[in-house]
């Protein structure tokens, strides 16, 4: 509508200055238009600088944006300065015999925009960072803690196009001070079959296939009470939650667990010091 009004005050002074020759009139309508035109280029100069600032601008750019780590690291940052702003959910923490993990995805407007993975282990910790532009990887971070081997600390960064890797880089040291002041450098690339890792990271997310587990049990202890779930499979994922407040449901697998023994189960938990803490069955 203001575009509208611009140009009928263009029309307006083009006709007024066809019937009247007064060179006093003209320059009045000249410097009229220049100062619309000026208003024009600012008022879009504005709205390009809000639209650049917010935190989804770059979100529904063209795939050809990303083509190089530098662009592929500003997307990454925007998305880390404005992580509060995307929808978060978290999956159950999954063990098998010698590593546990859970998964954390951020979303906007139901759209991945980035996986973390948190793991530990026997020989220490990870974490990894899966960016996610159009449902298309770009980037992969790992950052490794080692309790006991060398090096102890350890970073590795991946970078892709069209699912396909074309740049990798990596640091390590055995001290935090020296870790930090390190610089990556190049590194060689590993294959890795993308498809299959962000199907396991939704799956992780949503309970399903290997992550599909049902009830086994109901733990007692003098001090708490977890509910397991499990697989009928070897060496498949177990889960363990931790149960803080009774309420109907945890009654009734106290006293008929054999009934409930493999079905699955549907409640809510949340995450806390990397433990999954039961928070009451979903509502329908």
């Not at 220490?124 to 950052?143: A, P, R, T």
């Not at 003098?222 to 499990?230: F, M, N």
Request: glycine share 4%; charged share 25%; with cysteine.
């Amino acid at each position: 509508m203001f575009y509208q009004i611009i140009l009928n005050a263009f029309q307006i002074s083009l006709l007024e200055n066809y019937m009247y020759k007064s060179p006093y009139i003209k320059v009045r309508y000249l410097t009229f238009l220049t100062s619309i035109a000026a208003m024009c280029v600012a008022i879009s100069c504005n709205n390009g600088g809000v639209k650049e600032k917010h935190p989804q601008a770059k979100m529904g750019a063209a795939k050809s944006v990303f083509r190089d780590e530098n662009s592929i690291n500003s997307y990454a940052d925007s998305i880390n300065l404005n992580i509060s702003q995307f929808e978060k959910r978290e999956s159950l923490v999954f063990n098998d015999a010698e590593y546990s993990f859970y998964v954390t995805r951020y979303s906007s407007n139901g759209n991945p925009v980035l996986y973390i993975e948190h793991g530990d282990g026997e020989m220490g910790s990870v974490e990894k960072y899966y960016y996610i532009d159009h449902h298309q990887l770009l980037l992969i971070i790992e950052n490794v803690f080692n309790s006991y081997e060398s090096p102890r600390y350890q970073s590795r960064r991946e970078y892709y196009r069209n699912d396909v890797l074309f740049y990798a880089n990596s640091k390590s040291a055995d001290d935090e001070v020296s870790f930090k002041a390190a610089k990556h450098q190049k590194a060689e690339s590993k294959k890795r079959n993308v498809g299959e890792i962000l199907g396991n990271l939704e799956s992780a997310i949503e309970n399903k296939g290997e992550f599909d587990l049902t009830f086994e049990g109901i733990t007692e202890y003098p001090k708490a009470r977890y509910i397991v779930l499990s697989k009928r499979e070897l060496k498949s994922y177990r889960a363990v939650i931790r149960v803080e407040d009774e309420d109907e449901l945890i009654r009734e697998l106290v006293t008929n667990a054999e009934k409930y023994k493999g079905s699955s189960l549907s409640f809510n938990w949340k995450i806390k010091d990397g433990e999954a803490i039961y928070e009451g069955v979903k509502s329908r």
